[in-house]
Each structure stands twice: as structure tokens, then as C-alpha cells.
């Protein structure tokens, strides 16, 4: 007893020695604030709204929701994680002993000519028979003692990739939501150009008539005929194209939804995007909690901080325990039979790996790199998330300055034309002046029309830059 205590107490000591070191993050230095606009830089909360929140158009809400639930790669980020939570089970019970059985017989036939023959040491004269039988009833227990806290760092290695795919499943989600929002309301801006382009058309063709009649009284030119047409044409040829892109765009968009391609209804209600007036940058601190892609590195860094630990502990001896027991006998007639048949065996030892071809060494060394490896890839993500922050935020502030340009533009088209067409009726303008400012005009509101889409996306990626809400 006094023995076995003293092993106990060596072991106790021995499991004291754990390799490797604790997780440390990587020291990143963080502005103070972010660059670009200052007037979304109001609050320090680092709490971001629920995706429903911010996009509160019911059909977008639908479309989002069928999106997450049918999108065949976030099935794919789901399986991921379901294959971690397996390997991180067998994690948890890495430190128990291996506990096997077996049962088995076998029947050994002696030559003649054989060590147990007749000609040899004669032992199938002295039991009888040319033939042994061993029947056997086992059960053994293999126990390697977890001295070094090689199973430890084991388990933090695999919780860390488990919680990893957790974050690339959010950060997943977070895409996806942005790219369906997105797709929505570039096919609203799609519908309000083609509505553009149809009123112009209508437009033009009231040009197109009005110089027909002069033509017809000899008061305009085949030229300024000529030249209305082609102008009737060249904004009738706008509609198929925008009709071409939009069809491909609701292609796509029922692909991420997991839909074959069909016709997706929009809202009846074409009223332009607007940001929820809560939604602020925060610091740049809090890209560390909130950003799904951020946290997914630097679990993975964790991971590899604590794959060192294992790797190393490779190179320490391994204490194995082991022990087997049961019954066996060479007559199936008494192979049952207790305590004659009872058999056992108690090993124990250390094995200390001398020559492996360096294998052994290569994969700590590898594993140290690997950390340096995840360690860089960790800063460059941080890095590439406060450069997304400062790029949404000042190029939401400059569209809305555009925006508020072109409006003004489109309002003096809009007066232009309608002036225009006044002096030429009245002969006081020519074709060429009334074909301008319609050219001008459809320019304009189709390019304010793609300016407030520009500006929703813009949105709609300043709040996944900041991490988007789940």
C-alpha cells in the first residue's frame, strides 16, 4: 500500500508539469476612433441592432428568414459545426481509460516432426492428444496517464475549433443577410429605372409625334425627324437591358435563397432605404466582440496556441497503464469454471520517444509557426474590419452629398423640359435643344436612381462592417 502510494504521489507531481503557455492575444493597437464620418461616431454601446431591426421591410424580413433557413452554404457551416461538437464529445472523455473485451478459441495441431510432436519434447504424448485447445474470456484496460496535460490542451484545442465554427457559421450569416438585402433593393432600383425609362420613353414619343407634324407642315427638317427617332430608340433600347439585369439579379437572389429561378414579388411600397437613427460606429474596440469573422480568428489562434501544448508533450515519455484478466482454459469443459480459470496481468511503464525521425520535433516546431501563422492572420482581420468601418462610414457620407447634388440637378431638368417643349412649340427653341435636355434628363434620374441604391448598400454594409446583428 505504501508503494502504491508513493506511485500516486509521483503522478500527482508529474501532472503538475503542464506544457505550454495560456492564451495571450496578440497585442493590436486600435485607434481611438474610426476614420470618416463623425457624425455616426455618437456612442461607445457596443451592442448592434437585430438584422430584423434594421431591415424592417416585412418582404425583405421573409425573403432574409428563407434565405438562412434554405441556403445550401449555411447548411454546409451547420454540418461543420455538428462535426465539431462530435470531435469535441470525444474530448471530453479523452482522459477516461480504454476498456475493451474479447472472447476467442483456437485449436493447434502438432506435426510429428514438431517441438511438441513425437519426435520433439513428446508433449502430445504427455497430455494425449496432437492437439492443444485454448479457450479464452478477457477484458483489458489501457490507461495512458495524462502527466504532461496533453489531454487538457487536447480538449481547449478542440472546444476552440468548435466555437471557431460557430463564428464562421455568424459570420456566414451575416453575409448572407447583407448580400439578400443587397440583391432586394438593387432589383427595387432596377423596377424604379425601368419605371423611368418608360415615363422618358413616353416622353420622347410625344417629341418624336410633335416633330412629325411639323415635318408633315413643312415646319421641321427630315433631319429633326431623323434625330428624334433615333433619340425614341436609343431610350427605348435602356428597357431590355435593365429587364435582362433584373431577371439575372432575381436569379440569383432565389439561388440564395435555396429557390430554383422564379419571379420574386417586391414590395408594393418603392420607398427608399432609410438607416434606423440607433445605428452608430461605436469604438473601434468593440470590432473585437462584435465582428463574427474577428472572433472566428481569433479562435482559431487559440486553437493553435493550444495545439503547442500537445505537440510538445509528444516529446515528453508517456506513462501507460495497463490490464488484462478473465478466464482460459485449454478444455472447453471447464472454462467456466472459477477460480481455476481465473487469469490477470498488471503492466505499467514509461516510453520516451529516442529516434522518430524527427517527426516528433517537426510537428512542434510546425505547430509554433502555425500560431505565428493564425497570430498574423488574426491582426490582418482586425486590420481589414476597422478598414471596412471607416470606408462605409465615409461613403455613406458622401453619397448623401451626391444624392442631395443630382436631386437638384433632376429638378432643373425636369423644369428644363418642360420648357423646352413650350418654346418649341412655340418656335422659339429647336429639335436639337428638346432632344438635349431629354437625353440629360433620363441620364440624370436613372443615375439618382442607382445613387439611392449605392446609398442603401452602403448602409447595408456599414452595419455588417460593424458586424451586423444576429
Known sequence: ?????????????????????????????????????????????????????????????????????????????LKSIQINEEYLKESKVAWLPSVSAGIGTSRNYFSDNSLNGGNGFNLSNTIGTKKVE????????????????????????????????IEARKALQTRLIASAASSYYTLLMLDEQLAIARKNLALSDNTVKLIRIQFENGEATALALQQAEVQY?????????????????????????????DQIVLSESKTNFRTPEQLTSGVPASLMSNRPDV??????????????????????????????GGLNSFQSSNWLNIPGSLFGTLAGGLTEPIFNK???????????????????EFRKTVLQATKEVSDAMFKTEKLKEKITIEASKNELLQTAVTNADLLFTNGQANYLEVILVEQ???????????????????YIEFYRALGGGQ
Open 440 to 458: 440629360n434628363l433620363i441620364e440624370n434620374e436613372l443615375k439618382l436612381s442607382d445613387l439611392k441604391r449605392q446609398q442603401a448598400l452602403a
Open 295 to 324: 472572433r472566428q480568428k481569433e479562435f482559431e489562434l487559440r486553437a493553435a496556441s493550444a495545439r503547442i501544448g500537445v505537440a510538445q508533450a509528444g516529446l515528453y515519455p508517456a506513462l501507460n497503464i495497463t490490464a488484462v
Open 1 to 77: 500500500m505504501k508503494r502504491i502510494l508513493n506511485y500516486i504521489l509521483i503522478l500527482v507531481v508529474f501532472s503538475a508539469c503542464q506544457l505550454g503557455k495560456d492564451y495571450v492575444r496578440p497585442s493590436i493597437v486600435m485607434p481611438a476612433k474610426y476614420r470618416g464620418n463623425d457624425l455616426l461616431q455618437q456612442s461607445n454601446d457596443s451592442v448592434l441592432l437585430p438584422w430584423k431591426s434594421f431591415f424592417t421591410d416585412p418582404v425583405l424580413q421573409n425573403i432574409i428568414d428563407d434565405v438562412l433557413q434554405r441556403n445550401h452554404d449555411m447548411a454546409m457551416a
Open 233 to 261: 430608340k436609343s431610350t427605348e433600347a435602356i428597357i431590355p437591358d435593365l429587364e435582362q439585369e433584373r431577371f439575372i439579379q432575381e436569379n440569383a437572389l432565389n439561388v440564395l435563397m435555396g429557390n430554383q429561378p
Open 134 to 165: 485454448d479457450y479464452t474470456l478477457n477484458a483489458g484496460v489501457s490507461w495512458e496517464i495524462d502527466i504532461w496535460g496533453k489531454v487538457k490542451k487536447q480538449k481547449k484545442a478542440v472546444l476552440n475549433e468548435w466555437l471557431q465554427s
Open 358 to 376: 524527427r517527426k516528433l520535433r517537426t510537428a512542434f516546431n510546425v505547430s509554433k509557426i502555425t500560431y505565428e501563422q493564425k497570430a498574423e
